[in-house]
């Protein structure tokens, strides 16, 4: 990470803002008389309060998504979903709502339930590893960045780091989409073709270089 974009996280933290703002109330203090002598170390006192008053962000353990196997791919990403549900832009929400729904359609052919004719173990290690490792990857990493940062400052094509989050999860649903109904469908060109793509597209984005 450049020096730059690491102060500009700095610039757009919590913690920054929250100091900001208890600076700021000694300033009026100042300048409205309440206080006089010893003002500037009143003011950094206020400001290094307000750095420190703000808790430590909550990052998801990405070790615990490594364990949902095929059979337990809805609930991770259920548990993904209830565990990043108030930090998420709506519209990424929404998006990451819509995939347990496929994968709930797709269980019987990755574990072969019922009798049902299993994808091939590329396929289905392509789509576990997707579901498993990249989209936590994906979500962790829009989480570490300050609210402010990732919604407004571009950071690759002049998209900002929300743009890019919503990107991954509507091409991840979509490729899911297209590998259910070829499954749906037996068609294996179609199947090998969609699977490919989503081993080779969906990634967690670099938000930050």
Not at 68 to 79: A, I, S
Not at 151 to 159: A, D, F
Request: aromatic fraction near 8%; proline fraction near 6%; include cysteine.
């Amino acid at each position: 990470m450049t020096r730059a974009n690491s102060a500009l996280l700095y610039l757009y933290s919590s913690r920054n803002i929250a100091g900001c703002c208890l600076g700021l109330l000694g300033v009026i203090a100042y300048l409205t008389g309440f206080i006089d002598q010893w003002w500037l170390p009143i003011c950094l006192g206020l400001y290094i309060a307000g750095v420190l008053l703000v808790p430590s962000q909550d990052l998801i353990d990405l070790d615990i998504y490594q364990h949902y196997d095929g059979q337990r791919l809805t609930e991770g990403v259920q548990q993904l979903i209830t565990q990043t549900r108030k930090q998420l832009p709506e519209e990424a929400l929404t998006v990451l709502s819509g995939i347990p729904k496929v994968l709930d359609s797709l269980l019987p052919r990755l574990t072969g339930a019922n009798g049902s004719p299993m994808l091939p173990p590329d396929q289905i290690q392509t789509v576990i590893g997707a579901i498993a490792r990249d989209l936590p990857q994906t979500v962790a990493g829009y989480l570490r960045l300050p609210s402010a940062f990732a919604n407004l400052h571009p950071v690759q094509q002049g998209k900002t780091a929300k743009d890019l989050l919503i990107e991954q999860l509507q091409f991840l649903k979509s490729q899911l989409d297209k590998i259910a109904d070829a499954a749906f469908r037996d068609d294996a060109d179609a199947l090998l073709a969609n699977g490919q793509y989503l081993k080779e597209k969906f990634h967690a984005p670099t938000y930050l270089k």
